[in-house]
């Protein structure tokens, strides 16, 4: 295996319940020392059992009452175009897990519109665009991530940007829609990747041996439009947090103890 880019670390935990609460603990101590200074943190989340289980342990997390969450802007790297209440959603998930159990401003969690919106799945798209743009940056008409959250499919996916498709290659515009979704539902709107790489830090949550193939190929430099991981990349840090089954391929000499 090819050894990975010095800016990509990867983190191991045995279990995925102490990777939780690793990832849980690191990212309230990069929220506690940003809301103490005053500053705003964008916070880019994921779905999928291993971001819900982050979520929670964030807020099981005594630590966590030392955060300003007025101070916090809650968005989703991808979401399933069903009604908002409806179970698939990331969003539904991340309300149970911490949004409804924490003191954040309602117009702080910004949401994708679903089909009882009354907006089409372009239109929703182009929504989420434009309540982006109102938080545009000198670099780029979007928001800049203190720490954007992806899951990684088998396949290597991330956010909805799936192996060998259009999407994966998009770098003009911010927000796409998705058709015919190769993992149900088909229907999903999704960040694209030039807003996701222009996150402060981008950590990549795994767990599970289904995993470990995608793993090392996104830590080998696979070729990004076939395992999209493999193009994901903070601007400051890329942090690849994994469980012991998910690291099985993943050379010793690439896994920082110390991070």
Known sequence: MQAAPAEKR???????????ARVADRFITRLRAR???????HIALTGGSMGGSVLRAVAENPRSAGIDWSLVHFWWGDERYVPRDHADRNSVQSREALLDRIDVPAENVHEVAGPDSGLG???S??????????FATDENPWPTFAVCFLGVGPDGHIASLFPDRPEVTVTDAAVLPVRDSPKPPPERVTLTRPVLNSSKRVWLVITGADK?????LALAGASYTSVPAAGAKGRKRTVFFVDEAAASEVSPDLIDPAY
């Open 10 to 20: 990867v983190v191991v935990e045995p279990t995925p319940a102490a990777l939780a």
């Open 35 to 41: 809301t103490r200074s005053g500053r705003v943190a």
């Open 121 to 123: 799945l372009d239109e």
């Open 125 to 134: 798209a182009a929504a989420y665009a434009a309540e982006l743009a109102r």
């Open 212 to 216: 470990a193939s995608a793993l090392g």
